[in-house]
């Protein structure tokens, strides 16, 4: 048996250490998400009557996520008949985003007729709000961002991370439980002209509380007369009335009556299409023309 080193072998340079890089050594480790953490202590729990109420899903008895009908008939089709695989353009899928918009803005819209709805498809709502937050900061001349308190935990993170000024605007009476319609004017009233206030469509994350047809023409005049900018958070259409147009009543109302507004909107509740990430967002803008510069690339 030849025990001489292969010449291949015995010409190579001795093993390098490989230098420790410090470049990501300030990384952080992020605090765990209380919502997904939940769920995961849910699927580590071994006892049969266990029941998760912190993610909002539809469930089956069998604790599975729920599959419409409407769903399912679709996934059938396309596995009868498959799509292309083609790139979709810049925004998205034209046909999706072309009927997403008559979901939320209604079919008889005349922001809608007017072509004057600028549609991204987004990486579900929060894709939405990602996209809608890099547009203000890069578009708007006033960088600060309006929230109520409370609000979805993200909203903050999403609008911050864009390098946007969030501020809190006050909302709900927790010793009334009831909405705090004068905390809610007065901070309004305060904000700077061309501020970005974000409104929750309907069944508000986290009180469920929604402000009444009567008030939210309050908001309404009161975001004319200040020319502040709407941003409408659209994730339970359909989950507060049960209705979708019912749900969309007060974004329709301020399409009607302001020129410019934002729409993020969500199908992961109403479609039950929690991991296929399926959103959009929309910007409503004075005219046809500025609409088509807004949908352009770039």
């Not at 899903?57 to 498959?82: M, W």
């Not at 579900?124 to 890069?138: Q, S």
């Not at 069944?203 to 975001?223: F, K, R, V």
């Amino acid at each position: 048996r030849c025990t001489h080193p292969h010449p291949s072998r015995a010409t190579q340079p001795p093993a390098q250490k490989k230098k420790k890089m410090a470049c990501f050594a300030n990384i952080s480790l992020a605090p765990p998400d209380p919502i997904l953490g939940l769920a995961e202590a849910f699927k580590a729990d071994q006892s049969e009557r266990k029941l998760n109420l912190g993610i909002g899903a539809y469930r089956t008895d069998e604790g599975l996520s729920k599959i419409f009908n409407v769903v399912q008939e679709a996934e059938d089709h396309f596995a009868q008949h498959p799509y292309p695989k083609d790139y979709l353009p810049i925004h998205g899928h034209a046909g999706f985003c072309e009927l997403a918009a008559h979901v939320i803005f209604g079919s008889d819209s005349p922001a809608i007729a007017n072509k004057s709805i600028a549609s991204a498809q987004a990486v579900g709502g929060t894709g939405a709000l990602r996209i809608a937050a890099a547009f203000i900061k890069r578009f708007l001349y006033s960088p600060s961002v309006f929230v109520s308190n409370p609000t979805w935990g993200n909203h903050i993170k999403i609008f911050e991370d864009a390098g946007l000024s969030v501020h809190k605007y006050p909302y709900y009476d927790s010793q009334r439980n009831a909405l705090n319609m004068d905390g809610f004017l007065s901070a309004l009233n305060n904000a700077s002209e061309g501020s970005v206030v974000v409104l929750h469509a309907c069944a508000h994350n986290p009180t469920g509380m929604d402000p009444t047809p009567e008030q939210w023409e309050s908001i309404c005049q009161l975001m004319i007369d200040r020319k502040l900018i709407p941003l409408f958070d659209s994730a339970y259409q359909g989950f507060a009335d049960g209705d979708l147009d019912v749900d969309a009543g007060a974004i329709r109302l301020f399409a009607r009556r302001m020129p410019e507004l934002f729409v993020c909107q969500s199908f992961s509740k109403n479609l039950g299409l929690y991991g296929e990430r399926l959103g959009c967002m929309h910007v409503m803008c004075a005219d046809q023309e500025t609409a088509g510069r807004g949908a352009s690339p770039g």
